[in-house]
Nanobody
Framework: QVQLVESGGGLVQAGGSLRLSCAAS????????MGWFRQAPGKEREFVAA????????YYADSVKGRFTVSRDNAKNTVYLQMNSLKPEDTAVYYC????????????????????WGQGTQVTVSS
């Protein structure tokens, strides 16, 4: 069982930056692939970024590529999402997710791939 707790959300002006954190419980964090998703009001939850066992394996949605960076610190059981050049359309509740996997290099972009989810953190970007 893994528990995930997101933090770092807030209100920021367009063009600004935020860094989200997702702290995970458990002793096997390094064997989980992690993902970030978001859900805007009235819309379905969508993929944002994913990371494999290490920072060498990442994957991004086209809408955030070049602006967002996903990373992890396995010693701290934490995954991060650095968000730069934020736009009003980035406004959403952001969720982190975890999937236990034996594939170190694999990243996952589908909601159904993930086994555990956090409660979400709100990100609001004003224009």
């Amino acid at each position: 069982q893994v528990q995930l707790v997101e933090s770092g959300g807030g209100l920021v002006q367009a063009g600004g930056s935020l860094r989200l954190s997702c702290a995970a419980s458990g002793r096997t964090f390094s064997t989980y692939a992690m993902g970030w998703f978001r859900q805007a009001p009235g819309k379905e939850r969508e993929f944002v970024a994913a990371i494999g066992w290490s920072n060498s394996y990442t994957y991004y949605a086209d809408s955030v590529k070049g602006r967002f960076t996903v990373s992890r610190d396995n010693a701290k059981n934490t995954v991060y999402l650095q968000m730069n050049s934020l736009k009003p359309e980035d406004t959403a509740v952001y969720y982190c997710a975890a999937k236990l996997t034996t594939w170190a290099t694999r990243t996952y972009a589908s909601l159904s791939d993930y086994d555990y989810w956090g409660q979400g953190t709100q990100v609001t970007v004003s224009s």
